[in-house]
């Protein structure tokens, strides 16, 4: 509160804001935690069918480039967002057209329709996540900046943790409940990106002088530029590329490693979840005050380390299954170590990756300094979940979560030797 309080006016006003977005953003995406494991276990999806699920809300990145020359192009920025936002998140809407689910799940025409509604929403994240460090950036000043989204997104983490249980219990309820909580994420959707435009933005709009596809090949120089010429913001891209390939290729199989080998119902799985996103909550304030005063590598170390534990004792899970069960809830003991990990990893993730590459530029460089991290992000998950699923299905779970560790590993190692060897500017 003492934080709160000795912020200025634009801060206060932005903060509010930012609050509001973060509770709506929330409630969102905790009715999509199970998402995943709707698709396989009632709609009963394939696995690379859920491979491509997953890869879709990372590899629409591939194209933060372009979203980012357009919006360059677009003089009233806030238009622009809004209706982004109304054409990406409302067709969750028609959800509430599909049929009821049956033993057999639904037909693979619904499975593709579900697929390509989730792709268009994802779409959303290529516009939102740069403009969301940049109308921050222009709002927070420097030292308030990692506070403050770390408060935000404690509260971001709260709403979660409330969406998911409701959505877990109407789950096991009613497995076609879905069909009804999907179309109000999508509307909630669109109003927090409507409170997140409600924040002031100077907009430096300078009419293009290049055609589009030539400002696109612009951009890619400039990504090329930026990655040549600042080697601390490099290697922490590095970085992101092992512990990207590690969390994505075991991230779709986890979630099958629940069904199959652990034989999880909804409620179970939203346990988890919260479980985790509690332990989250506790830690948020503490990170978020951390990455200010501590260069974003070695900050990076945690977050991977966590990351690698949780797949370790994940792992451990199917060797050592005791568990009890309460309330219909499949508690296992090695899992809850898991979720523990998972919790501190997810606890300091959402503050490395969204405003990590923040501290590597200046104020008006934070959106192109973004929109290569998302790039990146975009390029990895072009591939690493379908090798994902492809490592499961030819040599199984144990070995697939091997490999992430050894990634993870890798990246813990390299961050070490990146800090030492060099400081940012």
Known sequence: MQALNNLNQTEKKAFRYH?????????????????????????????????????????VFLFAMLANEIMRRYSNRKKFLRISGIITRLPLVGFALFPNVHGK??????????????????????????????????????????????????????????????????????????????????IFGVVSVFQLTKMEFVQNFQIPTKPLWSAIGGSFLRIWHILKFNKPFRHLEYGFM?????????????????????????????????AFNLVAIIFLPLFGKLIGTRDPR????????????????????EYVQFNTEILGIKIYYMLLLAVFFNGIFMGSMPILWGIGSSYFCKSDEAADYQSVHLFLTGLRASVAPIIGIQLYELLGFSTTYGFGIVFLTLAILFMIYSERNFPRK
């Open 105 to 186: 799940g639904l037909d693979p025409i619904y499975h593709y329709l579900f697929l390509a509604v989730f792709l268009l929403f994802y779409t959303s994240k290529i516009t939102v996540i740069p403009s969301i460090n940049q109308y921050l950036k222009g709002n927070y000043r420097h030292e308030n900046f990692g506070k403050l989204f770390g408060y935000a997104t404690t509260v971001n983490k709260v709403a979660i943790m409330s969406s998911t249980f409701i959505t877990g219990l109407l789950l096991d309820i009613d497995p076609n409940s879905y069909k009804w909580f999907y179309p109000l994420v999508g």
């Open 298 to 317: 070695r900050f990076a170390i945690i977050t991977f380390g966590a990351l690698m534990l949780f797949i370790l004792f994940t792992g451990l899970t």
């Open 19 to 59: 609050i509001f977005y973060s509770v709506m953003e929330g409630v969102a995406n905790g009715a999509l935690v199970l998402n995943e494991f709707i698709f396989i276990k009632s709609l009963q999806g394939s696995n690379v069918q859920l491979a491509f699920l997953f890869q879709f809300s990372m590899v």
């Open 242 to 274: 092992m512990y990207g390939f590690a969390w994505m290729s075991t991230h779709a199989v986890i979630t099958i490693f629940y069904k199959e080998a652990l034989d999880l119902n909804y409620s179970s799985v939203a346990f988890y979840n919260n």
